[in-house]
Structure formats: C-alpha cells, structure tokens
C-alpha cells in the first residue's frame, strides 16, 4: 500500500510539473511584443501576381500598414511588382488608378513585368502611365531579394 | 550518294549526344538528396493570412515538418504570424486552440498584427489568452528576415 | 481685402507646388526601368503546393521568365519543389511531364517532398523517375534560403 501512495503522488507530482512547464509557455509567449528594428534602413518588395480585388486591396493595405508601422516609420523603401494576374491592376480601367498614386507619391516603386505586357499582347498605352516597366518580374523579385529586399506576397 | 550517308550518319550521330546528354541530366537530378543544412541555427516566420480551413491547418502541418525534418532537428527556431483573414485561427471559438498551444509548447511564438485587429474591430480578449501582439504582420516579416529569418507562406 | 486675396494667392500657390511635387513623382516613377544584377550568381527556389493546373502552368512560365530575363541570363541557378498538393504535377499520369523534362535540361533541379508522399500514400514509383526525393519541402526552402537562394511562391 505505502508503494501505490508513493508512485500515486510521484505521476500526480509529475503531471502538475508539466502542466506548470506548459503554462509557463503560453505565458512566456503572451508576452512577446515584436522583433525590434534595430536596422538604419528596411527594403521589401511586394507580389501582385493575381487578378483578385481582394488581393489587390490586400496588397495596398499591407504596404500602408508596413509603411505606418512604428518600428519601421521613416525606415522602409517599399517596391511593388506586378506580373501574371496582378497587371490588370494597372489598366486605366481598373479602380485602382488613386491608390497606386498615392503608393508613388509615399516613394513607393510602381513597376510591371515586361513578360505579362508581351505574354498577353497588353500595350504599354492601356497602363497608367506613371507605371515602370521591368524586364520580367520574377527576375526583380531574384534580383531585389539578393540585394538585401524582402519578398511579400499579399 | 557518299556524302548522303555521311550527313545522315551525323545528324543520327548528334540525335544520339542530345538523347544521351538528356538521359544523363535526369539521371543526375534523381539522385539529388536534398540541401545539406552546415548552418548551426535555422530561423522560419511562417506568414497566415487567408480565413481558409485548409490553409490554416497546412501552416500547421508545414510548420511540423520544418521542425521534424531530420537536416533540421534541434536547430530551428519558428514564429507564426497572423494577419487579416490568417486571424480567424486565433478566435477563442476556432477550433484550433489545442493545434496552436501545442506550437507554443514546441518553442513555436504564436504572433498576431495588432492592425488587423483594429481594421476588424477584433478585442484582444475575443482571442485565445497566450497569444502574443505585434504592430503589424507585415513590420514583423520585414524585421524577421532582414534578422536572418525565412519567410514561408503556406 | 488685401490680406484675403495675400491667403487666396498662398493656398494656390502652396497647391500648385503641391500638384507639382505628385507630377513629378509620377514621372520619375515611370522613368525605373527595374534593378540591376550585379552579382555573378543567383539562386532561386520555387515552391509549387497546390493542386491547381493554372498555378503549375504559372510556376513553369515564372520559372522560363526568370531563366531569360536579360539580366540574368546564364547567371540564375533554379530549384523547383513540390510538396502538399503541389505533388500531383510529378505523378506519371499528369500532363507534366514534358515540362518537367524540358526544366531539368536547363538545369532546375526538380525535387519532391518526401513527407507529403508519407502523408498522402502516394509511392516514389508513381511519379516521373527523374525527381529528385527531398526530406520535407519546407526543409529544404529553410536551408536554400540560408545559403542566399531566393524562395518564389507563384
């Protein structure tokens, strides 16, 4: 009998030890409040590489809420690349012709890939014509990442 | 006549160097084992920003296979990020609680974008309580990579 | 009445300079014609993960564009990876392979997670056998990332 008590309290003392340990966890990470900029300069370059108005909106929120966080304010050069689905973005005839002058006008880069334009026969004329063009978007992507810019996609 | 055949000799000749040398880089790529990981640390922010059932348990199952792949063991450190519709998985009444505690309790921090929760009007106590806030997802995987971490979105 | 028409001329005046400084931003935004590649070499990997034949076709093209974008030709060096349901591309009855074959002879290695054919009890025979087995797909991205390659997810 006195064996049973003894191994009883050692698996009770055992489960309370992890349960502890687990806790401690979740607390340890409540508690965690962001990496800190501790860079003089960030640099990231934005994907827009699909035709979805959600994604495109997203793609805009995302750069602003980048550009307005507070570890980075004054810090962040900000590019954004569009190719495959996300050219329609930049069509005259999309809605977007205000929010992207107003990523210009924050010194944001507006470019296109060159590829897209070729590949579907789209002429430079039908963009909005403050839009940069680049040679092919996947290759900015390469090339800004091996520069020290980070990759997002909305 | 002579000349014929010899033409025909060499074009079948070339045909056989293209087909071998084909035969050759298939070989060889079928034989590759995978990256070899030299590095004494591996760091992964994984990025969660779509309300979809299969991504959020994707993330979950990509995160899993990061932290058991056998170059990686003992030598990777994780963060989960969410924003916009990524947040969902973070709502008392989801169902992935256990899913998340158990990241947490495998070294994993578990992060939310504070501006999401303000664009959505989303309390702090509407998620589960272990749950750590960052300004925002986007500043958290700019920081995080320009600190040497990768971003993967699942 | 003087001093109305003073504040009158003011606010043009500070408006037009407004206007101003918008034009030219437009305009030197429209003058980028994409970054330069200074580096010899370059690396990138890209993640296929989803069963959908417009995103496989997408990942192909992205793949060719990149290869051929002028500024780095002959200096690019590409992985592809296919893990979750991305996998589907290899098995022998899709209509991959040809592009897979075409990829590997220029050079991409053309891998598979090998945790996703565990998952979903697809066996190494079923797929094209020139792939390349990798440990876990995200593994890999983690360590190629670390060694300065570039991660794409088209």
Redesign the interface.
């Known amino acids: 009998m006195k064996k049973i008590k003894l191994i009883t309290c050692l698996v009770l003392l055992l489960a309370a030890v992890h349960l502890q340990?687990?806790d401690n966890?979740?607390?340890k990470?409540?508690?965690?409040?962001?990496?800190?900029?501790t860079?003089k300069q960030?640099k990231?370059i934005y994907?827009l590489?699909q035709n979805d108005p959600h994604i495109i909106e997203?793609t805009f929120?995302?750069?602003n809420?980048?550009l307005?966080?507070?570890?980075?304010t004054g810090k962040?050069q900000v590019e954004l690349v569009a190719?495959?689905g996300g050219t329609n973005a930049y069509l005259k005839n999309s809605n977007y012709g205000e929010d992207l002058?107003k990523l210009?006008?924050k010194?944001v880069?507006?470019?296109q890939?060159n590829?897209t334009l070729q590949?579907r026969n789209i002429s430079r004329d039908s963009l909005y014509?403050?839009?940069?063009?680049?040679?092919?978007?996947?290759?900015?992507?390469?090339?800004?990442?091996?520069?020290?810019w980070?990759?997002?996609?909305?």
Do not use: M, W
């Open positions: 340990a687990q966890a979740l607390e990470n409540s508690h965690y409040t962001g990496a800190s900029a860079k960030y990231a994907q590489d997203k929120r995302n750069i809420n980048a307005s966080d507070p570890r980075l962040l190719f495959s002058k210009v006008e010194g880069i507006v470019a890939c590829n590949e014509n403050f839009i940069a063009i680049v040679p092919s978007g996947n290759g900015e992507l390469i090339i800004r990442e091996q520069e020290g980070t990759i997002i996609k909305p």
